[in-house]
């Protein structure tokens, strides 16, 4: 039996919807001497707006991101003189929720019908949320591979001055350079929620060992804390924190000196827990002015969004002192 595909003037209106429907497409129709805007459902839905009338291009700009407003309206008035297909892409609220939308049509009234332009809405939240990751991704790698070097460099004067031999700084380089590889591989997210929970004394010790300087001021570093489990996805975001502390203390702080101290130390109440970071012996620091670098927000980012908690720095003249709080439940996971 052979069935036969209908040409495309064959198509019919419910053929077309439900090529429409299938693809996600919104519909929307824009009057350009009155400047009104007719959706079909999705579009409606997608915009938040009433359903039951009909909306201008003002009405809508109500709902589009304050940043992305103007770029919107100015990019609208000027479709009518683009030549061909035109897309553009802008945020818009529900709420307290931010989604994506593509608008995409016809510039230079081609297909105009009766003063009236055609075209489509898509919602690529997905597709945007995707591109900010590999964005974020792609920067967080670039800071990492820096604190990495400035770290090889500091390890480098730590041994340095605790060795007399160059066959004994390369033994101790080599092994400083060995603890770092495995307090990398902590902050590193394992593929498949790989690993198992850890102790948070074991888990800070192994992340600081690289820069103890265990020569003529042995025990610079002194880590002090309750004994509790870390779960998986606590501790790699933890050794982040720590690792972007470290480095921070290793470029400008207490360890970035032979005479500087570090005392870390935690307590647990019913529902927190607070890490107490304390250098002292170090250069004289003062708080720095402006909003903060990668590696400020990379810290904040993780202290809220994956264990709930917060990070506060005290910039004292003896030295940085950084209070940890984290989400006892959060820490635990």
Not at 317 to 326: E, N
Request: one cysteine or more; proline letters at 4%.
């Amino acid at each position: 039996m052979t069935t036969e595909t209908p040409s495309p003037a064959a198509w019919t209106a419910d053929h077309l919807r439900l090529a429409v429907d299938a693809a996600g497409v919104a519909l929307w129709s824009w009057n350009v001497d009155d400047d009104s805007f007719t959706m079909d459902a999705r579009g409606y839905g997608l915009w938040g707006a009433p359903l039951d009338r009909t909306v201008t291009f003002e009405d809508l700009s109500g709902f589009i991101h304050p940043a992305d407003r103007n770029r919107v309206r100015a990019a609208f008035s000027a479709t009518r003189a683009l030549m061909g297909t035109y897309e553009i892409d802008f945020r818009i609220m529900q709420g307290k929720d931010v989604r994506w939308v593509s608008a995409r049509g016809q510039g230079n009234d081609h297909n105009i019908v009766g003063r009236t332009m055609f075209g489509v809405f898509l919602d690529v939240t997905g597709r945007k949320q995707a591109e900010e990751g590999h964005e974020l991704l792609a920067g967080e790698m670039s800071h990492r591979v820096k604190n990495l070097l400035a770290i090889a460099s500091g390890l480098t004067a730590i041994t340095s001055r605790s060795t007399t031999t160059s066959v004994d700084m390369a033994r101790e380089l080599t092994q400083r350079l060995t603890a770092l590889d495995r307090a990398h591989d902590l902050v590193r997210p394992l593929p498949g929620s790989e690993g198992k929970a850890a102790l948070l004394g074991d888990l800070i010790a192994i992340l600081l060992a690289p820069y103890d300087d265990m020569g003529a001021f042995s025990g610079r570093i002194r880590v002090s804390v309750p004994r509790m489990g870390v779960g998986e996805a606590a501790a790699t975001t933890l050794a982040l924190v720590v690792h972007e502390l470290a480095t921070n203390s290793l470029k400008y702080g207490a360890l970035s000196v032979p005479t500087g101290t570090l005392d870390v130390s935690c307590s647990s109440q019913e529902y927190v827990v607070v890490i107490a970071w304390t250098e002292r012996g170090g250069p004289a620091v003062a708080e720095p002015s402006g909003p903060g670098g990668y590696g400020s927000k990379l810290l904040e980012r993780a202290m809220t969004r994956q264990l709930d908690g917060s990070i506060h720095r005290e910039w004292n003249t003896a030295g940085v002192v950084a209070t940890l709080t984290m989400n006892k439940a959060y820490l635990a996971s």
